[in-house]
């Protein structure tokens, strides 16, 4: 602010401002000012590398994308976020995945929320080594607590027991604290069954995170050529073998229902 000060008290005196008129213009301008430092703070922190914006989403590329855009610009009002509801996004490599989700961290992190972007290899390889120096408990706290984790690439490397239990621990932490996870796979969720990229089984609850109970989640055939698209539940017998699918996972307070 010191750096416009000169100019805000030139300007006020041009409109004949009073002082309170003026101290107030002052005030806004800090509070401006410290927002946008902390925005830019939020993205480094994010490891995001590029601020994308929804804009540069081309939805024209296939209608299967306009058939989804209600739902995609549905995401951007945070209300997941709110309600520590996860999102995961299914689809064949090259389809836009990682970029949506990045999409979707950039406008977090403009809501002054404060969020982390990680691929699966690279996040599970940290938690790995840490136990090595008897770091774990530390090293999970950095993905456990931001407000929005995004963990990119899941399904692109096989996990074995170990990782799989590292994988559960951190996404059964944040779904216990309520914080949002957005995870990008090319595994249809229907395989997860027989992958070798299936977490540990979980305890038996209502609200763990993989178990999304029937009267909560949507979903929809995007980026591929579906003959329509309609809300409907996961079956073991259903294989989402080209294309992608958007799902929302319940919130705390929906899976408790």
Same mark, same amino acid.
């Given at each position: 602010m010191s750096r416009r000060l000169d100019q805000t008290i030139s300007e006020t005196a041009q409109k004949n401002f009073s002082f309170s008129q003026t101290l107030e213009s002052l005030v806004d301008l800090e509070l401006e000012s410290r927002n946008a430092r902390s925005i830019e703070r939020r993205f480094r922190l994010s490891r995001l590398q590029a601020q994308h914006s929804i804009d540069s989403f081309q939805f024209k590329h296939h209608k299967s994308r306009m058939e989804l855009k209600n739902r995609i610009l549905h995401l951007l009002d945070l209300? #997941?976020?709110? &309600?520590?509801?996860? *999102?995961?996004?299914?689809?064949?490599?090259? /389809?836009? &995945? =990682?970029?949506?989700?990045?999409? !979707?961290?950039?406008?977090? @992190?403009?809501?002054?929320? %404060? *969020?982390? #972007? =990680?691929?699966?290899?690279?996040?599970?390889?940290? !938690?790995?080594?840490?136990q090595v120096d008897h770091? !774990?408990?530390?090293?999970?706290?950095?993905? =456990?607590?931001?407000? !929005?984790?995004? @963990?990119?690439?899941?399904?692109?490397?096989?996990?074995?027991?170990?990782?799989?239990?590292? #994988?559960?621990? /951190?996404?059964? =932490? %944040?779904?216990?604290?309520?914080?949002?996870?957005?995870?990008?796979?090319?595994?249809? #969720?229907s395989d997860w069954a027989t992958s070798s990229t299936t977490p540990p089984s979980p305890p038996p609850s209502p609200t763990v995170w993989w178990r999304t109970p029937r009267s909560s989640c949507w979903a929809a055939k995007a980026y591929a050529r579906p003959t329509r698209t309609r809300i409907r539940r996961p079956h073991s017998s259903d294989r989402l073998r080209s294309g992608a699918a958007l799902w929302r996972y319940p919130g705390p307070e929906e899976s408790a229902g």
């Open positions: 209300e #997941f976020l709110a &309600k520590g509801t996860s *999102v995961m996004i299914i689809g064949n490599p090259g /389809v836009g &995945k =990682t970029f949506l989700a990045k999409i !979707l961290g950039w406008r977090a @992190c403009q809501a002054n929320q %404060r *969020v982390l #972007f =990680t691929t699966t290899m690279d996040m599970l390889n940290h !938690l790995l080594a840490s770091s !774990l408990i530390r090293k999970l706290k950095i993905y =456990t607590e931001p407000t !929005l984790l995004i @963990c990119d690439e899941l399904g692109y490397l096989s996990l074995d027991q170990q990782t799989s239990n590292l #994988f559960y621990q /951190v996404i059964s =932490t %944040r779904h216990s604290h309520k914080r949002s996870s957005i995870i990008t796979t090319n595994t249809a #969720f």
